[in-house]
């Protein structure tokens, strides 16, 4: 399995091996660059991908499952109005999906948060701040921004979450470093709605629909005005389709 560990031994080894002949047989010191640039690939194309299991291991889908369930799932709210819209859109269709939130958007909302948990939804950890720069953090900075959310959500619901989604999907050694302590399910996505990028709602509908399968997990953003509009189509689509929504939670335990 090509993972972090075993692409640095492999080119730190490569590295050392060029070294040696560059020392004993003045081959060009030019070639320390290849295992290096290697490297250096390796790594940037596995922070932005996370069904590769790159730094750690994330679930992204359940393809095992025989049943047509997949997972809806939300990030970056809870959201003063659109959140509310959705919970009550999801009870209409008795459908149930997981939030992943955003500590600081709790902390201004925490009456939503609670509203997501008492209608039966399940709640994941998104981080506290969210930065644009939070990927560059350290291992300590990441435990705090995962502790904190947890705490916040704990105090709220009384339940601390199992399941947390790295912002921007992207992993680092040093989140799998804090995730291996704070021992949270990392969770991905395998239908990438891009509802945040593309303005056009029918669009934004035609790809999820065309990238359905059993066992995947749709990501939505419950911060976005034409969520509302992309769901309701979505889960009469799913109804049509004999298709069951089910919270995260549900859909990896039938592993
Ligand atoms: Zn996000």
Redesign the pocket.
Known sequence: MLNFKTITITTSSATLVIVACCMLFSISWFWISAPITLWLLATIIGSFSMPCNFFLTSFTSNKSLTSNKIAITF??GPHPEFTYSILDLLDRFHTKATF?C?GKHIKSNPEVLKEISARGHSIGN?SYS?GNFIDFSSVSKWLEEIQKTDAIIKELTNDTPSLF?P??GVTTPNIAKAIKETEHRVIGWSNRSFDTALKNKDLVLKRIIKHLSPGGIILL?DTQPNTLYILERLLLHLKQHQFEAVTVNELLNEI
Do not use: E, G, S, Y
């Open positions: 990030d970056d992943f955003i998104h969210h989604r912002p921007f953003h």
